[in-house]
């Protein structure tokens, strides 16, 4: 067993992929007087910082009823992609295996624990995220292989791009709280949340946030990993 399921993980892998997870909804319309949120996320000295999840919560009303939700979590090359995700609360997640080699995904994170024992050339069953929080997710193969997911109640979310910008696009007219998470993130000083109305049309945020060192949540994939790390 690997030193990665003995402990639970703490550490985060940096993906560059795709950035943004697939939402598979069952309709899509646009709300009059919709407009969207923009949001830019740097460090301290203005550098971009990727892999930021930006939500938005009404701070009035109820957001619309959630329909049948799905997102993808793929696994390519011995990675997952993308690196970091967000779903909203009754999403079913599932694992598509691209690699010729099994993996074995799991989480024992608190929000969600599960566990995909090892599988390739098939399709493993949709995992359903019923609670708010953050979830990392590992292989029990391939411990450089890290994910993460911040599930959310509202359904206004999006993930910073690698030039640290997130869209909310088509948010209802409204007074929202907007906050920003990263699984790097220093938990002091407190990142603030803004609030903000799109009443008034478009807005642009700006968030600084602070990162913990790069070796406590990023995790580089072996030079060797082709020929070294595999299951058959």
Not at 85 to 98: D, E, K, L, M, Y
Not at 120 to 135: H, T
Not at 153 to 161: A, C, L, Q, R
Not at 188 to 197: E, L
Request: include cysteine; charged fraction near 20%; charge should be positive.
């Amino acid at each position: 067993m690997s030193k990665l399921r003995r402990e639970r993980p703490a550490m985060h892998r940096m993906c560059c992929g795709l950035g943004s997870i697939l939402l598979i909804l069952t309709s899509t319309w646009k709300e009059p007087g919709a407009a969207a949120i923009v949001a830019n996320v740097v460090d301290d000295i203005g550098a971009a910082i990727a892999h930021t999840v930006v939500y938005a919560d009404p701070k009035s009303g109820t957001a619309p009823a959630l329909g049948v939700e799905q997102a993808i979590i793929d696994q390519v090359d011995k990675l997952f992609t993308p690196f970091v995700s967000a779903v909203r609360v009754g999403t079913r997640v599932i694992f598509p295996n691209q690699d010729n080699i099994k993996h074995h995904v799991y989480s024992f994170s608190r929000p969600k624990q599960f566990e995909l024992p090892l599988y390739a050339g098939r399709a493993a069953p949709p995992v359903l995220f019923d609670k708010e929080g953050a979830i990392v997710m590992g292989c029990n193969i391939h411990d450089w292989m890290l994910a993460h997911v911040l599930v959310v109640k509202t359904p206004y979310f999006s993930v910073t791009d690698k030039n640290g910008q997130a869209h909310l696009n088509n948010v209802p007219s409204g007074d929202y709280t907007v906050r920003v998470w990263h699984p790097g993130m220093k938990r002091k000083p407190k990142t603030k949340p803004q609030t903000v109305s799109t009443s008034a049309g478009n807005q642009e945020l700006i968030f600084t946030i602070r990162l913990k060192a790069k070796r406590k949540w990023w995790r580089d994939k072996p030079y060797d990993a082709k020929i070294k790390y595999y299951a058959k």
